[in-house]
């Protein structure tokens, strides 16, 4: 198993480009999310998703949007970058259980994401 | 929705020496509560987890306590070696079957030989 698959690695973007990040996995996970990481303000939650066709919005949406057309790939995508979206994109996917049953969340290796 | 604090941001020690990060957190429905490590330039790895029917939780030199009373859980560290220097991550979440974490803003240890 690979895990969880992001790419690029890193990117950078002029204001007003569009871009979409992509992330993978192979472990049949329902759940998959998008975090940003930014200095002192640790991990956002963006958007996440519990299985094909479903997503939702996180804790920081605005300027982000998210589809997921199969178990396996989330994309993510800037409309039209800007600045404070400068930063580091994890993207994390578990299994989903019933309640009660805690599943470990598996993250991405990282998209460094530059907009200038 | 649920805030997590942590406490402090920056940590240093002599190695050997014992390291306490501390987290308090809002919603009195969340019920996991994670501890994940990031070092320089690399992913967060789960290191240990604790659920709210727990009050203390060990493995190795590693141990979390929570206190639900009082809304908070910290991260314990012994014996803590140059290779523990990192980034640490505490984490809140209602366990719905999946979790949506909460994330703390991160206590960067630094263990000195």
């Known amino acids: 198993n690979a895990g969880v698959t992001q790419t690029p690695k890193f990117q950078v973007l002029k204001t007003g480009q569009s871009m979409t990040l992509q992330c993978a996995q192979d472990?049949?996970?329902?759940?998959m999310s998008w975090y940003r990481q930014d200095p002192g303000m640790g991990l956002r939650l963006i958007h996440y998703?519990?299985?094909?066709?479903?997503?939702d919005q996180g804790e920081v949406p605005n300027g982000y949007n998210v589809s997921r057309s199969t178990t396996e790939d989330f994309p993510l995508r800037l409309l039209s970058a800007a600045p404070s979206q400068t930063s580091v994109y994890f993207c994390?996917?578990?299994?989903?259980?019933?309640?009660?049953?805690?599943?470990?969340?598996?993250f991405g290796s990282g998209t460094q994401l530059s907009v200038l | 929705g649920e805030n997590v604090e942590q406490h402090p941001s920056t940590l240093s020690v002599q190695e050997g020496d014992s390291a306490v990060i501390k987290c308090t957190y809002s919603?009195?429905?969340?019920?996991?509560f994670p501890w994940y490590k990031q070092e320089l330039g690399k992913r967060p790895q789960l290191i240990i987890d604790?659920?709210?029917?727990?009050g203390e939780k060990k493995d190795q030199r590693i141990a979390v306590t929570l206190n639900k009373t009082a809304k908070h859980f910290s991260l314990h560290i012994t014996e803590t070696q140059p290779e523990d220097s990192a980034v640490y991550f505490c984490?809140?979440?209602?366990?719905?079957?999946?979790?949506?974490?909460?994330f703390g803003t991160g206590t960067r240890l630094l263990v000195s030989p």
């Open positions: 994390a996917s578990s299994r989903v259980r019933g309640q009660g049953r805690y599943e470990k969340l598996f």
């Open positions: 472990m049949n996970h329902e759940y």
């Open positions: 998703s519990v299985g094909a066709g479903i997503t």
């Open positions: 919603d009195s429905a969340s019920n996991y």
């Open positions: 604790i659920r709210s029917n727990v």
């Open positions: 984490a809140a979440s209602q366990n719905t079957g999946f979790q949506k974490l909460v």
